[in-house]
């Protein structure tokens, strides 16, 4: 059978730990090994005791709890090559063949530049003795399979990232937390919500509890938002309503592809025509702890099965593949290709080019 690491690496999201419990259970019924490498890529450049064989009951209690418990990191020297080539190392000599990785896009790259180096790093291990040709001989092909864990749901190519159903109910139990108090002082709250570049939480969440106005970075508002706004919350505050919240993405721009920081918001709404009585709530880190919710714990299960098939299937000529979901059902595609096309968007908005990233993002965005 085939030793299967798991890491989970970059910010951590909520149900990364059902993830991990699927892999280690299902690598072990499938007659495979499954391994643990602590503190994300860390672990892999440190070896020692941050790469431990886990049991069936190691990952006990794992579906119901946030975060990660194998920890993460966002870790420098695995950017380096110097890194890799430890991290490589500590691979064969544990004797890992496969490797599942979850996280975010730039964990996800770095899995993919990890497998190929991979040949030209065990060269160079062998000809700085650190590995004896013996040694590296079964270990000419390095499986990887990546797994998108992350509260951003920033990744093309899949609809839904592992750990953002869970926080986007985060963050509406927090505006609806903040809409009552809102409406017994009759105030305005602009709530600033993660998402790195991606629009997705401050959109779902400003559908979710009937938001006055967001703002999100693939859609940036037209040239004279700031007396579009404030006329809508006044439409909005003459039909009777007592609060107003605008949700803002972390990553808001405007056209000029400048951020749009709650604060100034906050002036907007302070100052003539609104004088609303404003404040500022960001709900940082509340947003990526806690518990996952059921979807997200069925999502990293399914597709932690589907990671531990892969690498059963996987040849040296196939691309490593990235597990997502599309339309209800798994998919597998070449995480490559999925890595490319986050680097694109990135490239769209930097072009001004909304219209493109939203397509990138979803391609039915286009028709
Ligand atoms: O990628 C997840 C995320 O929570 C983003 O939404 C946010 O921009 C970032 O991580 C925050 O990172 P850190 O926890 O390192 O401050």
């Known amino acids: 059978g085939k030793r299967i690491g798991v890491l989970t690496s970059g910010g951590d999201a909520p149900g990364m730990n059902a993830a991990v419990r699927a892999i280690v259970r299902v690598a072990i019924s499938r007659g495979c090994e499954a391994y643990a490498i602590f503190e994300g890529y860390e672990g892999l450049v440190q070896g020692g005791k ?6 069936w009951a190691d990952v006990r209690g794992y579906l119901a709890i ?3 418990l194998i920890g993460t990191a966002r870790c420098k020297s695995f950017r380096e090559r110097s890194g890799r080539l430890d991290a490589a190392c500590n691979l064969v000599k544990n004797g890992i063949d496969a490797l599942i990785v979850c996280g975010g896009d730039g964990s996800l790259t770095g899995a993919d530049i990890l497998r190929k180096e991979w040949p030209g790093l065990i060269e160079e291990l062998i000809q700085n003795g650190k590995l004896t040709v ?4 079964p270990y000419k092909h390095l499986t990887i399979v990546g797994l998108v864990g992350s509260i951003d749901n920033d990744m093309p190519s899949t609809d839904v990232t592992i750990g953002a159903v869970t926080s986007l109910h985060r963050i509406c139990e927090a505006v609806d937390s903040i809409s009552s108090t809102a409406s017994s002082h009759s105030r305005a709250f602009v709530i600033e919500v993660m998402g790195r570049r991606c ?6 969440a400003a559908i979710s509890t009937g938001a006055d106005f967001v703002f999100i970075p693939e859609r940036p508002p037209s040239e004279n938002w700031e ?3 404030c006329d809508v919350i006044k439409r909005h505050r003459q039909l009777g309503k007592r609060r107003t919240i605008v949700i803002v993405a972390e990553g808001a ?3 000029n592809l400048n951020p749009i920081k709650p604060d100034y918001i906050k002036e907007l709404l302070i100052k003539k025509p609104l004088e609303l009585d404003t404040r500022v709530t960001t709900l940082g880190h509340t947003q990526r702890g806690g518990r996952p919710c059921a979807y997200d714990r069925n999502l990293a299960t399914i597709q932690g099965v589907e990671a531990v098939n892969a690498v059963l299937e996987s040849t ?3 691309p490593s593949p990235m597990i997502g979901v599309n339309e209800n059902k798994i998919t597998s595609e070449p995480l490559l290709r999925a890595v490319e096309l986050t680097h694109q968007v990135a490239e769209a908005i930097s072009k001004q080019d909304f219209r493109r990233a939203m397509e990138l993002r979803d391609p039915e965005f286009a028709d």
Do not use: Y
């Open 316 to 318: 040296p000529d196939t």
């Open 227 to 229: 007396a579009e706004m």
């Open 253 to 255: 721009i405007d056209r």
């Open 50 to 55: 941050m790469i431990r064989k886990f049991g």
């Open 199 to 204: 629009g997705w939480l401050a959109l779902m």
């Open 134 to 137: 013996e040694e590296a001989d």
């Open 66 to 68: 946030g975060g990660t």
